[in-house]
């Protein structure tokens, strides 16, 4: 390890907050320039705010915490720069690796999580995740994965790797597009293929396209055909009246005929 990292120790809560991006250690950073830039101030600037027993106190108290708080950076170092290394716990990223050879997902799922909980920015652990999200037909969150690995500052030097994972990515997610309208399409044939589908699909050419049977059709013959009706005709008022007239002159017919017969 280069001792030049150590030089952040000298910060209070930057090592964490540099290497590790842990928000936690942002108070102690700040409270360490507060103090440092008060004892300063009232010790340089404004000597008359507090007596010189006072500051001279303090700052005897601020250099203890403040070399309490390197020697425990120091120690943390190593543990925040490869975790995996430093830490008691043994590294599984191997058998992650053959589990994902071999085929077995959730394997090398539960061995890459045991990884991430010892350093969760391991990019050789991520990418790998990434590509078991892939086998496994979660496209999503394996294109979430490779968004949050960008971003890591200690995947800079696996943009290589990122990238074809990013290129199988793409081509699978083509390959299930592609594979359901396959599967649509093949749905919708055998309905297609029927008389009742070629009707449905273009109702202009069901005729050209579907097959008749001319034994089946029977010649139509006179007594099949529906008696035509005749509607009775409107009559106009003058046809109406001469029918009354002609009702009168057949009923005077009869009176006489009855007259002579008598």
Same mark, same amino acid.
């Given at each position: 390890?280069?001792?030049?990292?150590?030089?952040?120790?000298?910060?209070?809560?930057?090592?964490?907050?540099?290497? #590790?991006?842990?928000? !936690? $250690?942002?108070?102690?950073? +700040?409270?360490? *320039? =507060?103090?440092? @830039?008060? &004892?300063?101030?009232? /010790?340089?600037?404004?000597?008359?705010?507090?007596?010189?027993?006072?500051?001279?106190?303090?700052?005897?108290?601020?250099?203890?915490?403040?070399?309490?708080?390197?020697?425990?950076?120091?120690?943390?170092?190593?543990?925040?720069?490869?975790?995996?290394?430093?830490?008691?716990?043994?590294?599984?990223?191997?058998?992650?690796?053959?589990?994902?050879?071999?085929?077995?997902?959730?394997?090398?799922?539960?061995?890459?999580?045991?990884?991430?909980?010892?350093?969760?920015?391991?990019?050789?652990?991520?990418?790998?995740?990434?590509?078991?999200?892939?086998?496994?037909?979660?496209?999503?969150?394996?294109?979430?994965?490779?968004?949050?690995? #960008?971003?890591?500052? !200690? $995947?800079?030097?696996?943009? +290589?790797?990122? *990238? =074809?994972?990013? @290129?199988? &990515?793409?081509?699978? /997610?083509?390959?299930?597009?592609?594979?359901?309208?396959?599967?649509?399409?093949?749905?919708?044939?055998?309905?297609?293929?029927?008389?009742?589908?070629?009707?449905?699909?273009?109702?202009?050419?069901?005729?050209?396209?579907?097959?008749?049977?001319?034994?089946?059709?029977?010649?139509?013959?006179?007594?099949?055909?529906?008696?035509?009706?005749?509607?009775?005709?409107?009559?106009?008022?003058?046809?109406?009246?001469?029918?009354?007239?002609?009702?009168?002159?057949?009923?005077?017919?009869?009176?006489?005929?009855?007259?002579?017969?008598?």
């Amino acid at each position: 390890m280069d001792r030049k990292l150590y030089l952040s120790c000298l910060w209070p809560g930057l090592p964490e907050l540099w290497w #590790r991006g842990r928000i !936690s $250690a942002l108070p102690t950073a +700040l409270a360490f *320039a =507060a103090a440092a @830039n008060f &004892l300063l101030v009232a /010790r340089f600037v404004y000597p008359e705010w507090l007596a010189g027993g006072l500051i001279r106190m303090a700052g005897w108290v601020g250099v203890a915490i403040w070399l309490f708080c390197v020697v425990r950076s120091v120690r943390e170092m190593p543990l925040l720069l490869n975790p995996r290394r430093a830490s008691g716990q043994p590294d599984r990223f191997a058998e992650a690796h053959q589990a994902y050879l071999r085929g077995q997902w959730a394997e090398a799922e539960s061995l890459l999580s045991d990884c991430l909980a010892i350093e969760n920015r391991d990019p050789p652990s991520l990418i790998l995740l990434c590509g078991v999200y892939r086998h496994t037909s979660r496209l999503d969150a394996a294109d979430r994965l490779l968004e949050e690995i #960008r971003l890591t500052e !200690s $995947a800079d030097g696996w943009w +290589l790797e990122v *990238a =074809a994972e990013q @290129n199988r &990515l793409e081509r699978d /997610r083509k390959f299930s597009v592609s594979a359901g309208r396959s599967q649509s399409e093949s749905r919708l044939e055998p309905a297609v293929s029927s008389p009742l589908g070629l009707m449905a699909a273009d109702p202009l050419r069901a005729d050209s396209t579907t097959p008749t049977d001319f034994k089946a059709i029977k010649p139509a013959r006179l007594d099949d055909q529906p008696a035509e009706v005749s509607e009775p005709s409107e009559l106009s008022p003058v046809d109406v009246v001469g029918e009354i007239a002609a009702e009168i002159d057949r009923q005077s017919d009869r009176s006489r005929l009855a007259g002579r017969a008598a």
